[in-house]
């Protein structure tokens, strides 16, 4: 009787999953995780991986990573090797939004291991996607690159369309923060018609947010906002906050480049509500560096320092590289506009250490 309970909560859980209602799903998977206690480790592990998997959907790290561990302890006892791996990856994906990183490469890292020991190459392709995000998350976008064409390689010789755009939708990603705007926009055209075919709402998502900021790079800002506003419909619809917030990001980023500074500082005021309930200090920085740049923008420039060296400090702190320098760019920036000596070759030979082109020269910073 128990185990019926248990597969029907849990068959609940995976059709509200199916149609990217994440909230209902996780309270299906709550309760088949509680039918199948204490005998059925089997079902209970199952149960705690899509907990995990909806949590870090809609951003909620905290819980995802606690049900992962959850799940990666139980998995070693039960000698579960494929679902240790996978516990790892999913703690691993939770880590990287929350300026866990290096840990979350050391994670992922062991996954690719065990995958590689099973022989299973859709694990080991899907745990190299993730490594790649955590590397560039670090900043250190050579290795990125290194593991999404690995993953794309893997995705591409067994014909996962799905997988191939999300490895694409990585390399586009890349590519942006590389400074190649062209080469980012050819990667996430190429993903979203992958996506459409497959009729994958959250990719396809994805990929508009992509192709609006190579357009944004471009400095076509209203061909930008018009897909940013279709990726910001369907995050809305499934809920999915960490998504919806960085494309809001990009849209707050346009308006500022275009002059429309109030709009920018609504939407960045907004943001900063949204990562901290996500707990996403990454974004937080974006946030404090998007608001010093409006205070330089208004000739602010005591309070513009200020915010540029929070968001510089954190960002050392919590190992973001790319975003250090974009730190270290502003406040070079804010000196020369304030008539003082700084030298920006430094800045640039530190963007090109990670291995992006990045240039900027004035107010207000396209930043990639």
């Keep these: 009787m128990k185990a019926n309970l248990y597969q029907g909560f849990f068959d609940r ?12 799903a996780i309270h299906w998977f709550e309760r088949a995780r509680t039918a199948a206690q204490p005998l059925d480790r089997e079902g209970e592990l199952e149960a705690l991986m899509a907990l995990g998997d909806c949590e870090r959907m809609i951003g909620a790290y905290p819980s995802a990573r606690e049900h992962y561990e959850v799940a990666a302890n139980l ?14 990856v999913g703690l691993a994906l939770s880590l990287r939004a929350t300026a866990g990183q290096e840990e979350a490469v050391r994670q992922l890292t062991a996954a690719v291991q065990l995958y590689q020991e099973l022989k299973d190459w859709e694990g080991r392709a ?49 590519a942006r923060v590389m400074g190649n705007a062209k080469a980012s926009w050819d990667y996430y055209e190429r993903a979203n018609k992958l996506f459409g075919d497959l009729h994958d709402d959250f990719g396809t998502a994805y990929s508009f947010c ?7 790079l471009d400095e076509d800002y209203d061909g930008s906002l018009l897909f940013f506003d279709r990726a910001k419909n369907v995050y809305r619809t499934i809920k999915d906050k960490v998504s919806f917030s960085y494309t809001l990001w990009s849209e707050a980023t346009t308006h500022k480049m ?3 500074l109030g709009r920018a500082a609504k939407l960045f005021e907004k943001l900063q509500e949204l990562f901290a309930q996500t ?69 640039i030979t530190k963007y090109q250490r990670l291995g992006s082109a990045f240039r900027s020269t004035a107010f207000p910073v396209n930043l990639p």
């Excluded at 679902?83 to 790892?88: C, L």
């Excluded at 929070?310 to 070079?332: D, K, P, T």
């Design 75 to 88: 998995a070693r006892r039960v000698r579960a090797v494929a679902r240790q791996a996978d516990a790892r």
């Design 279 to 347: 707990g996403d200090v990454r974004g937080t920085v974006y946030v404090q560096l998007g608001h010093g740049e409006l205070a330089a923008l208004r000739g602010e420039w005591r309070r513009a320092e200020l915010l540029f060296k929070q968001g510089l400090a954190e960002a050392r702190r919590r190992h973001f590289r790319l975003e250090a320098c974009h730190a270290e760019l502003l406040l070079a920036l804010l000196r020369q506009k304030r008539g003082l000596s700084a030298p920006l070759a430094p800045v």
């Design 210 to 216: 992509g192709l609006g900021n190579a357009l944004r």
């Design 126 to 174: 899907f745990a190299l996607w993730a490594c790649g995000g955590a590397y560039r998350f670090g900043g250190r976008l050579l290795h990125a690159v290194t593991c999404y064409r690995q993953a794309l390689r893997l995705f591409t010789a067994h014909r996962h369309a799905s997988g191939q755009g999300y490895a694409l939708c990585g390399l586009g990603g890349a």
């Design 13 to 24: 859980g995976e059709r509200m999953r199916a149609e990217c209602r994440f909230t209902q």
């Design 258 to 260: 275009v002059g429309r």
